[in-house]
């Protein structure tokens, strides 16, 4: 684990390494297939979905999860690559999101008292969420255990010794990394602000919810992969990366003249996270499509209405599932390019 300095590289990474998408690939260079998942609560759900039916579309010729050398997540996309790299299902994913997100987002209180509260402290507290990791992770997996490498981002409020606030990356190669329990970086990429606590397991790190700074995990992927190459190599590594992207669905809310106009502190308090997040994503995957071209594919919905990160309710939990097989069955397209890619 590591205070990341690699993080900028999401922003020039595209201007980094030599030529584009057009380059020529050998025919016969090894792949490097990643599976990417966005940030987004208990909307991580919709990716799961979306995920199975690209693993159905495969026809049992090869495994979504299995093809994949490495996973890469943020928050509760960083709980769903930690599961699969340690030998979850796709399905074993969905029932956690099914069948425990109460247990994750327990509203032991009046539903207002709750949003008053929210005011000056945190939503919930972290213990459904820790015991569902235990279970989902294990108590004493670690990192040197996964069966896939693995990208998962958080953010350090403290910065350790030198007290500089920055990026903290998990990848599952650091030899600093391979004695660490995994549901530890789980708790720290899902540490969400207002929602839980930040995470302080790690002594000299305040960690955060890594949604704070790249919730489309993407880029920080290729940057820690090529990384671990010299300057030499990256350009050759890069293009035998192939990516397959799972957002978690977005709701967009178009703000008119009148709307944005005299907006203070109090106004932008709701709607700034939001914006900030879908605009940091939005740049990473338009840099993704630039630099992978047909490497690339991303799979995201736009929702109708909003459903708030720890939307549990069985009616949320619903329209989650019904707005992945309407997305499925309307990009019958994207979904082949999807399965193709990962084959």
């Known amino acids: 684990m590591k205070q990341a300095t690699l993080l900028f590289f999401v922003f020039n990474l595209f201007f980094a390494c030599s030529g584009g998408a057009s380059d020529l690939v050998p025919e016969d260079a090894p792949r490097l297939k990643v599976l ?13 979905h979306v995920a199975q039916a690209v693993d159905k579309k495969m026809g049992g ?15 509760t ?8 790299a340690s030998g979850s299902t796709l399905q074993d994913a969905i029932d956690l999101y099914q069948n425990n997100g109460r247990q994750i987002f327990k509203k032991d209180y009046w539903s207002l008292w709750r949003k008053i509260r929210s005011l000056w402290e945190e939503t919930y507290t972290d213990t459904g969420l820790v015991q569902q990791l235990h ?4 108590v004493d997996t670690k990192f040197q255990d996964l069966h896939k490498s693995v990208v998962i981002t958080s953010y350090d409020l ?4 030198v007290r500089k ?4 990356i998990f990848n599952s190669l650091d030899p600093s990394l391979q004695t660490v329990d995994i549901w530890k970086a789980a708790r720290a990429t899902s540490a969400a602000p207002t929602y839980f606590d930040p995470y302080s397991g790690f002594e000299g790190h305040v960690l955060i919810d890594g949604g704070v700074i790249a919730n ?10 090529l990384s671990l190459y010299t300057l030499e190599e990256r350009d050759d590594i890069l293009k035998q990366i192939d990516m397959v992207s799972f957002g978690t669905g977005i709701f967009y809310k178009p703000m008119t003249p009148a709307e944005a106009k005299d907006m203070g502190k109090l106004d932008w308090a709701g709607p700034i996270s939001g914006v900030m997040m879908a605009g940091a994503s939005e740049l990473v995957n338009e840099g993704l499509q630039i630099k992978l071209g047909n490497r690339y594919v991303r799979l995201n919905a736009t929702l109708d209405h909003p459903i708030p990160l720890d939307g549990v309710s069985f009616e949320e939990l619903q329209a989650l599932e019904t707005l992945a097989l309407t997305y499925v069955e309307a990009n019958p397209e994207v979904i082949d390019r999807a399965a193709k890619l990962m084959q």
Request: net charge negative; no cysteine; glycine share 20%.
């Open 158 to 161: 403290l910065g350790g010794d």
């Open 36 to 48: 990417s998942w966005d940030g987004g609560g208990i909307r991580g759900l919709f990716s799961l």
């Open 216 to 225: 489309h995990p993407g880029g920080v992927a290729i940057s820690e992969i």
């Open 165 to 168: 606030p920055t990026p903290y």
């Open 135 to 138: 279970t989902t992770l294990g």
């Open 61 to 75: 010729s090869a495994d979504l999860v299995e093809q994949a050398a490495w996973l890469t997540g943020t928050s």
């Open 77 to 84: 996309g960083g709980i769903i690559a930690l599961a699969l």
